[in-house]
T-cell receptor, first 113, second 112 residues
Framework: QQQVKQSPQSLIVQKGGIPIINCAYENTAFDYFPWYQQFPGKGPALLIA?????SEKKEGRFTISFNKSAKQFSLHIMDSQPGDSATYFC????????????FGGGTRLMVKP | DAGITQSPRHKVTETGTPVTLRCHQT?????MYWYRQDPGHGLRLIHYSYGVKDTDKGEVSDGYSVSRSKTEDFLLTLESATSSQTSVYFCAIRIGTSGGQFFGPGTRLTVL
């Protein structure tokens, strides 16, 4: 049972474009929603995270939008660069469950020069 | 890598042999996790630990056991490796109370 659904599976944008990756969750007990960036051969790196008491969070060129009623959240990458080409994972966890992360299936992003 | 090392980084083994992967952290964090990553499945939690000798199962724990005899080390054991356990294994730690987890560099395991 996949509790976090991520789309699209792959995404190609031109440099400067704004790729958007979407995630939907089912478990209303989730209270922490991180995004991870992973380059080939490396471990996932925490990029940005949000809690459900805010609707948006920005860190540099990365923005999370959160819609609690729809149980959806998304990652926007402003002014995307070829160096942003990586696989992105959304995840969710609950503090009542040992903060075990449930991951989405991942989105492979390619930013063309 | 938040002071996390994994060993070995690569291993090839045969079906039926026991395998132990090691995760080592240098900062005395309480929570440690083992995930596996497979194409089409993202990352899935195998086991986690919330203290020395305190462990619990994750989503895909069948065929795996763990041990944590000291804070800095979290071991993942495949008692009798199978080809379905061919995967990349990541260890993670939780820093503070935010919920954020930080991952090690991974171990690529191939079971022939």
């Amino acid at each position: 049972q996949q509790q976090v659904k991520q789309s699209p599976q792959s995404l190609i944008v031109q440099k400067g474009g704004i790729p958007i990756i979407n995630c939907a969750y089912e478990n209303t007990a989730f209270d922490y929603f991180p995004w991870y960036q992973q380059f080939p051969g490396k471990g996932p790196a925490l990029l940005i995270a949000i809690r459900p008491d805010v609707s948006e969070k920005k860190e540099g060129r990365f923005t999370i939008s959160f819609n609690k009623s729809a149980k959806q959240f998304s990652l926007h990458i402003m002014d995307s660069q070829p160096g942003d080409s990586a696989t992105y994972f959304c995840a969710a966890s609950s503090g009542n469950a040992g903060n075990m992360l449930t991951f989405g299936g991942g989105t492979r992003l390619m930013v063309k020069p | 890598d938040a002071g996390i090392t994994q060993s070995p980084r690569h291993k090839v083994t045969e079906t039926g042999t026991p395998v132990t992967l090691r995760c080592h952290q240098t900062e005395n964090h309480r929570y440690m996790y083992w995930y596996r990553q497979d194409p089409g499945h993202g990352l899935r939690l195998i086991h986690y630990s919330y203290g020395v000798k305190d462990t619990d199962k994750g989503e895909v724990s069948d065929g795996y056991s763990v041990s944590r005899s000291k804070t800095e080390d979290f071991l993942l054991t495949l008692e009798s490796a199978t080809s379905s356990q061919t995967s990349v294994y990541f260890c993670a730690i939780r820093i503070g109370t935010s919920g954020g987890q930080f991952f090690g560099p991974g171990t690529r395991l191939t079971v022939l």
